[in-house]
């Protein structure tokens, strides 16, 4: 279909149908050109409750939009791509956590908020890498389980001294992939210029880094360096973000490995498809489920302050 058109009717749509677009800092820019609200996980959370509408199409993948619906349960809540999932988010199950707990009665389990919503309503609380930090230290409790990726809590167990936090061994299948060679080049090549990293990359990618923070972390943290270029170590998706505020400044990916499918598979197309009504998944969640869900997020929320 036309993209004229399709941004004209989006446009339309989106008044009379009160709604509301967003998209996370990894969608395709021409996703992101009809978003109202692009940022990172945590901000697109927040939003949820904050943004008054009828519908939000959420563009990016489907642990994003369940955790709109789970705040904002009385909004329509369209994921355009049903098959846009984290595939780290699949790497622990609730039965998992039960067990766990089982035997660790004493330790407090932190779900990083790339989960579903099932694990997210037996954890004590979410995180997202931008808030992880701050949340973990104001828990009480020494001992923590910390899930599902094992390299954001190394990164964290190394910022936060005074506890003993345990890993689950998941990992993001994109962050994870950029290798320690590949960062040693680029310094070795560029010695002056920065490396923003994400914290899902390994801990050896990690401490060679410049920089390490959540993607709109990244975005603001290269928006005040005074440098003419920047190397960027998450999914490429952020690149559109950084050019258009920073045309002065190059960019460029710190490995080609750094696309994430998940996030590529919504295009236009499929928003157009979602604000017609005649696609996408349309977000439901069992309210018993949601409830519990809620609590962890909620104390995400509050913690986060
Ligand atoms: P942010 O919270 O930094 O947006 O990260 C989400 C994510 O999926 C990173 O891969
Ligand atoms: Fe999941 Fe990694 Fe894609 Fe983020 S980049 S959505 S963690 S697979």
């Given at each position: 279909?036309?993209?004229?058109?399709?941004?004209?009717?989006?446009?339309?749509?989106?008044?009379?149908?009160?709604?509301?677009?967003?998209?996370?800092?990894?969608?395709?820019?021409?996703?992101?050109?009809?978003?109202?609200?692009?940022?990172?996980?945590?901000?697109?959370?927040?939003?949820?409750?904050?943004?008054?509408?009828?519908?939000v199409i959420f563009c990016g993948v489907k642990f994003m939009a369940e955790t709109t619906k789970i705040l904002s349960p009385q909004k329509?809540?369209?994921?355009?791509?049903?098959?846009?999932?984290?595939p780290m988010a699949h790497m622990i199950t609730s039965q998992d956590i039960i067990e766990f707990k089982k035997h660790h009665p004493d330790?407090?389990?932190?779900?990083?908020?790339?989960?579903?919503?099932?694990?997210?309503?037996?954890?004590?609380?979410?995180?997202?890498?931008?808030?992880?930090?701050?949340?973990?230290?104001?828990?009480?409790?020494?001992?923590?389980?910390?899930?599902?990726?094992?390299?954001?809590?190394?990164?964290?167990?190394?910022?936060?001294?005074?506890?003993?936090?345990?890993?689950?061994?998941?990992?993001?299948?994109?962050?994870?992939?950029?290798?320690?060679?590949?960062?040693?080049?680029?310094?070795?090549?560029?010695?002056?210029?920065?490396?923003?990293?994400?914290?899902?990359?390994?801990?050896?990618?990690?401490?060679?880094?410049?920089?390490?923070?959540?993607?709109?972390?990244?975005?603001?943290?290269?928006?005040?360096?005074?440098?003419?270029?920047?190397?960027?170590?998450?999914?490429?998706?952020?690149?559109?973000?950084?050019?258009?505020?920073?045309?002065?400044?190059?960019?460029?990916?710190?490995?080609?490995?750094?696309?994430?499918?998940?996030?590529?598979?919504?295009?236009?197309?499929?928003?157009?498809?979602?604000?017609?009504?005649?696609?996408?998944?349309?977000?439901?969640?069992?309210?018993?489920?949601?409830?519990?869900?809620?609590?962890?997020?909620?104390?995400?929320?509050?913690?986060?302050?």
């Open positions: 279909m036309d993209e004229k058109f399709m941004l004209e009717e989006i446009s339309k749509l989106k008044k009379e149908k009160n709604i509301k677009i967003f998209a996370h800092n990894y969608q395709n820019h021409e996703v992101q050109q009809v978003a109202d609200y692009i940022g990172d996980s945590f901000y697109l959370s927040k939003l949820s409750k904050e943004i008054d509408c009828e519908t329509k809540v369209i994921l355009p791509v049903e098959e846009a999932l984290c330790f407090k389990v932190v779900a990083y908020v790339n989960t579903t919503t099932d694990v997210k309503a037996y954890a004590d609380v979410c995180v997202t890498s931008s808030t992880a930090i701050k949340i973990i230290n104001s828990l009480e409790e020494k001992n923590i389980l910390f899930v599902p990726d094992m390299n954001l809590g190394s990164y964290i167990s190394k910022k936060i001294k005074d506890k003993n936090i345990i890993s689950w061994n998941g990992y993001c299948n994109v962050h994870d992939k950029v290798k320690k060679e590949e960062i040693i080049n680029i310094k070795n090549k560029y010695p002056e210029v920065p490396i923003l990293v994400h914290p899902e990359c390994r801990e050896e990618v990690v401490n060679l880094a410049d920089f390490v923070g959540s993607t709109s972390e990244i975005i603001e943290y290269a928006g005040k360096l005074d440098k003419k270029k920047i190397i960027i170590g998450t999914e490429t998706g952020v690149l559109h973000v950084l050019r258009k505020l920073n045309p002065d400044k190059k960019f460029d990916l710190l490995s080609p490995s750094l696309i994430c499918i998940n996030m590529k598979k919504t295009t236009l197309q499929d928003v157009y498809n979602a604000a017609t009504g005649k696609g996408g998944l349309d977000i439901e969640i069992e309210e018993n489920l949601r409830l519990k869900a809620l609590n962890s997020i909620e104390e995400m929320i509050r913690l986060a302050r």
